[in-house]
């Protein structure tokens, strides 16, 4: 356990100074909303924050795992040890950044007109869904961009193309297939999304939190599959 807990102070390291230097840039475009606000004649909106978050927590999966795993391997950290450690760190991050992102969506709903993400896709505002909700998209995000740099990592040159180009080829035959059923095909998809996100019905954050939280430990778990025998590469 000390051990996991040892590659967890290091990738929480790791992070701190990127995210420090994130937030600071959230604040200043924060206040010079808040600025243009207090001078417009017209009421100014602002929203969706958390995008920005989205991306970054996914850069911060990618590139958390090349760099920690060289060093781990080379003080006799085993990948299972590593593994754990770096899934606690990103599941840290994301209840911190999510914490961060409430905590600045109220502030910021107190002084002009702000939507959070969820308040955009729920049409209300509740600071305790808001936050679980965000912990479930930050994680998964953090898990998918952990995922996706080792599958980079473990491929040779050709698997790096048909890991890039895969995405797109999907997203040409839904779209192709799409058309063939009359567009019957997307919409089933958005409804099943839908469903499973509480977009539709009474529209629920709570259960969006769980399919969430259940598709981040699902690819957490398909994280250790690349882990597993990864080699250690120059």
Do not use: H
């Amino acid at each position: 356990m000390g051990t996991t807990l040892k590659v967890t102070k290091y990738q929480l390291y790791s992070f701190y100074k990127a995210v420090l230097v994130f937030y600071i840039i959230i604040l200043m475009v924060s206040l010079g909303t808040i600025a243009l606000a207090v001078k417009a004649t017209e009421e100014v909106s602002f929203g969706g924050l958390g995008t920005a978050t989205i991306i970054f927590i996914s850069i911060a999966g990618m590139d958390c795992f090349k760099t920690g795993f060289k060093f781990m391997m080379a003080n006799n950290v085993s990948r299972r040890r590593f593994y754990y450690g770096n899934l606690i760190a990103l599941a840290v991050l994301a209840a911190f950044m999510a914490l961060a992102d409430t905590a600045l969506s109220a502030i910021l709903s107190s002084v002009i007109r702000y939507q959070s993400l969820t308040g955009q896709l729920y049409g209300f505002s509740n600071y305790t869904a808001e936050y679980l909700w965000s912990f479930g998209l930050y994680t998964l995000a953090a898990c998918m961009g952990w995922f996706i740099s080792m599958l980079y990592y473990r491929a040779d040159g050709v698997m790096k193309m048909v890991v890039f180009i895969t995405p797109m080829a999907a997203g040409i035959i839904f779209a192709f297939l799409d058309r063939q059923t009359g567009g019957q095909l997307g919409r089933t998809v958005i409804g099943f999304i839908g469903r499973v996100m509480g977009l539709t019905g009474g529209r629920s954050p709570f259960i969006g939190f769980l399919s969430l939280l259940i598709a981040a430990a699902v690819l957490a778990v398909l994280c250790y599959i690349p882990i597993r025998r990864a080699p250690v590469k120059e």
